[in-house]
């Protein structure tokens, strides 16, 4: 059985995800299915199906968190290595082209918000990067074209 890489804040943001999907979604989903069922009819209510459908996917969800958490592997990033480009680093990059500067955390994919900079080290920036050290100019393939990024920073 494979295992899934998350860092602690990671885990315990998937911990709680689950703990309100069971409580609170499963609450609100069971409301909407006994209010469709009040319309009568069960074969021609377009409400029922919907609310039916929005409960299996939530019990997927449920049971994909459960098994990532029965597969999690935490791994302790406090003592990362900062020479290279890691699981769990912190990394300041420079657009070569643009001149411009980017801050990316690097953790696990169920963990990744970019809008939080927080980038998984599987997609491809990631993988481009992982390994690299500070100096280093990276040309990082992305569906726009390549992008030099030069490593100006690494911390935990």
């Known amino acids: 059985m ?13 911990k709680e995800e689950l703990r309100r999907l069971k409580t609170v979604k499963r ?5 909407q299915l006994e209010t469709a069922r009040a319309h009568g ?7 029922y199906e919907t609310a039916k ?6 019990e997927s969800r449920i049971r994909t968190l459960e098994e990532k958490l029965m597969r999690a592997k935490v791994v302790d990033v406090t003592g990362a290595p900062t020479d290279k480009v890691y ?20 953790v696990a ?5 970019i809008s939080k900079g927080k980038l998984s080290i599987t997609s491809p920036i990631g993988k481009q990067l992982l390994g690299h050290g500070v100096g280093e100019t990276v040309e990082v393939k992305v569906p726009v074209g390549v992008i030099p990024y030069e490593i100006l920073k690494i911390s935990r």
């Open 109 to 113: 994919e169920d963990e990744a918000d």
């Open 53 to 58: 459908e929005t409960k299996a996917q939530l």
């Open 2 to 14: 494979d295992y899934v890489i998350l860092t602690q804040a990671g885990y315990e943001k998937l």
């Open 27 to 31: 609450v609100e989903v069971a409301k």
């Open 41 to 47: 009819d069960l074969s021609e209510n377009a409400e």
């Open 87 to 106: 699981f769990g680093t912190i990394v300041e990059l420079k657009n070569k082209k643009s001149g411009a500067k980017v801050v990316f955390t690097f």
